[in-house]
């Protein structure tokens, strides 16, 4: 038998609703910051990661076909190019080679790759100062002129490099990573970058 106290308490009351309401919007209010922040960590941890497999991918081919093989990159962008380092795959008609190497022997390895939408990658120079690019001129791959590429390194078939390369990453308001090409051994390392290394910086970048 059902009593009339049970019959009224068979569904919420408006309070309960609007108490139940207040609770879920105070909890994403505070949950939000650090979701945002962990995405932006993410997207960073991404583009390092597609630097240094460009990286790697270039010194392993560089290895194994017997021939040097060049990173480039658009300063102060986020676009990245390996490829063989000789003149037809940087003066806009590689795309003919690598056609009519596709017919008999085996293709050379040419990839472009962007990093994640909004990141940017600053080359450093041996003095530590920043290589400065345009960081307004976002455009696909497929559209940069071949005079816009920016030798990052070049790899040679001994699995060295031509130089010590510094390279830093940015995204947004996150602290920059520093990644590091050791030019004798090939080898790439990563950390986060110091505050004077963060100081050469263009101001956009730097807040």
Known sequence: ????????RSGYTLLEIILVIALIVAFAAISAPAINSMYRSVQLDAGVDVLKSALVEARLNAIEHGRPYRVAIIPGDWNVRVAPESPEFWDGSGTRTFASAQQGDDPPFVREAEAPEGIRIHPMKEDGTIVRGNAAQEIESKEIPPDQWQTLAVFFPDGTAHKNVKVMLTYENLAPRLLTLRGL????STRDATEEERAQLPSEDNR
């Open 1 to 8: 038998m059902v009593t009339r106290s049970q019959a009224r």
């Open 185 to 188: 051994t090939g080898g790439v």
